[in-house]
């Protein structure tokens, strides 16, 4: 055993430490299990429409926050858009917040036909998720994930999770979740839980499945995408941005080649978002943590290709970056 290990099991799983409406949280038959984390118990701007925009489609969002306390106006925004809102100490990070969750609401009710986990490691939706939503067919997969990963082992990125009525009724479901400890290390979490939710779900024979495929994108890094960034002027210079594009997909490739995994939500930015995917994850503009080459026009890309205006994502840039430019 692990000594994250150990001291997670020392650890009650259960910090719910308020609950509201106080007159309870009555769910519907597809809930979202929205898990939060700011050190001031703030909210930020794009959170909202992203909860509007999931409880329109008919789903009952609990917003589950880590905070320990929520900033007053936010919480009251908040319990106008969703059916509760469940107030927890930062212990166990998201999946400790979630199995929190589940357990606090009795999850899966009788009712229940869906149950979606999210959080907000994203920026966005750039986009509205209406068409997004729909696409989640469990007649197809008892599992869905919007982005898949082969990174450590195969599995479904934990940023946005939807289980379906089979997976929700396997007894793998219930299993995996009362497994959860809340570990005090974030790297044995993701080890142990963002992948093993995933193989836990295969192993019971569920089928996973991601909304853009991880091969799916990779067909889109082709070799005729290097020729338009290497028109370079007899004597002159490449243009820096071309440069850093010319530099990002020889390295996919390369990676490709070399069957090395890739992290979709980084390295595949670009392709994701052309290809209708809602979100820029906050990582990859706070930390770059794959040292991604052509980050630098994502503003462009949104404003210029999507239509979409970038100044709120700049706005939590201002609060958030520490020696970079966005």
Same mark, same amino acid.
């Given at each position: 055993?692990? !000594?994250?290990?150990?001291?997670? @099991?020392?650890?009650?799983?259960?910090?719910?430490?308020?609950?509201?409406?106080?007159?309870?949280?009555?769910?519907?038959?597809?809930?979202?299990?929205?898990?939060? &984390?700011? /050190?001031?118990?703030? !909210? =930020?701007?794009?959170?909202?429409?992203?909860?509007?925009?999931?409880? +329109?489609?008919? =789903?009952? %969002? !609990? #917003? %589950?926050?880590?905070?320990?306390?929520?900033?007053?106006?936010?919480?009251?925004?908040?319990?106008?858009?969703?059916?509760?809102?469940?107030? @927890?100490?930062?212990?166990?990070?998201?999946?400790?917040?979630? /199995?929190?969750?589940?357990?606090?609401? *009795?999850?899966?009710?009788?009712?229940?036909?869906?149950?979606?986990?999210?959080?907000?490691?994203? #920026?966005?939706?750039?986009?509205?998720?209406?068409?997004?939503?729909?696409?989640?067919? $469990?007649?197809?997969? *008892?599992?869905?994930?919007?982005?898949?990963? &082969?990174?450590?082992?195969?599995?479904?990125?934990?940023? #946005?999770? +939807?289980?379906?009525?089979?997976?929700?009724?396997?007894? +793998? #479901? @219930?299993?995996? &979740?009362?497994?959860?400890?809340?570990?005090?290390?974030?790297?044995?979490?993701?080890?142990?839980?963002?992948?093993?939710?995933?193989?836990?779900?295969? @192993?019971?024979?569920?089928?996973?499945?991601?909304?853009?495929?991880?091969?799916?994108?990779?067909?889109?890094?082709?070799?005729?995408?290097?020729?338009? $960034?290497?028109?370079?002027?007899?004597?002159?210079?490449?243009?820096?941005?071309?440069?850093?594009?010319?530099?990002?997909?020889? /390295?996919?490739? *390369?990676?490709?080649?070399?069957?090395?995994?890739?992290?979709?939500?980084?390295?595949? &930015?670009?392709?994701?978002?052309?290809?209708?995917?809602?979100?820029?994850?906050?990582?990859?503009?706070?930390?770059?943590?794959?040292?991604?080459?052509?980050?630098? *026009?994502?503003?462009?890309?949104?404003?210029?290709?999507?239509?979409?205006?970038?100044?709120?994502?700049?706005?939590?840039?201002?609060?958030?970056? /520490?020696?970079?430019?966005?």
């Amino acid at each position: 055993m692990t !000594v994250a290990a150990g001291l997670g @099991r020392l650890r009650n799983p259960h910090q719910v430490i308020a609950r509201k409406p106080d007159g309870g949280i009555v769910l519907g038959p597809r809930v979202v299990l929205f898990l939060h &984390w700011d /050190r001031g118990g703030r !909210v =930020r701007e794009a959170l909202f429409d992203y909860i509007a925009q999931l409880a +329109a489609s008919g =789903r009952s %969002v !609990v #917003f %589950v926050t880590n905070a320990g306390a929520l900033d007053p106006g936010a919480e009251a925004r908040l319990l106008a858009l969703c059916a509760g809102i469940l107030v @927890r100490r930062n212990i166990g990070y998201d999946f400790g917040g979630w /199995r929190d969750a589940i357990e606090t609401l *009795d999850l899966p009710q009788s009712g229940t036909e869906e149950i979606i986990i999210a959080n907000d490691s994203i #920026f966005g939706p750039v986009r509205p998720i209406d068409s997004m939503l729909l696409r989640l067919d $469990y007649d197809e997969a *008892d599992v869905w994930g919007l982005t898949e990963s &082969w990174q450590r082992r195969y599995h479904l990125q934990s940023y #946005f999770v +939807a289980f379906g009525p089979r997976a929700i009724r396997s007894p +793998a #479901f @219930r299993r995996f &979740w009362s497994g959860v400890i809340p570990a005090p290390s974030k790297p044995y979490v993701i080890g142990k839980y963002e992948v093993g939710l995933t193989q836990a779900m295969i @192993r019971a024979g569920l089928r996973v499945a991601a909304l853009w495929p991880y091969e799916a994108l990779t067909r889109q890094i082709t070799r005729d995408q290097l020729a338009p $960034y290497l028109d370079i002027e007899p004597g002159g210079r490449a243009d820096p941005h071309d440069l850093t594009r010319w530099l990002h997909i020889l /390295r996919l490739r *390369d990676a490709i080649a070399r069957r090395r995994p890739l992290n979709p939500t980084s390295d595949l &930015w670009r392709h994701l978002l052309l290809s209708g995917y809602p979100f820029i994850k906050r990582e990859l503009l706070r930390d770059n943590p794959t040292k991604v080459e052509d980050i630098g *026009d994502w503003a462009d890309l949104l404003r210029d290709e999507l239509g979409a205006d970038p100044a709120p994502i700049l706005a939590d840039l201002r609060m958030m970056l /520490r020696g970079d430019a966005p």
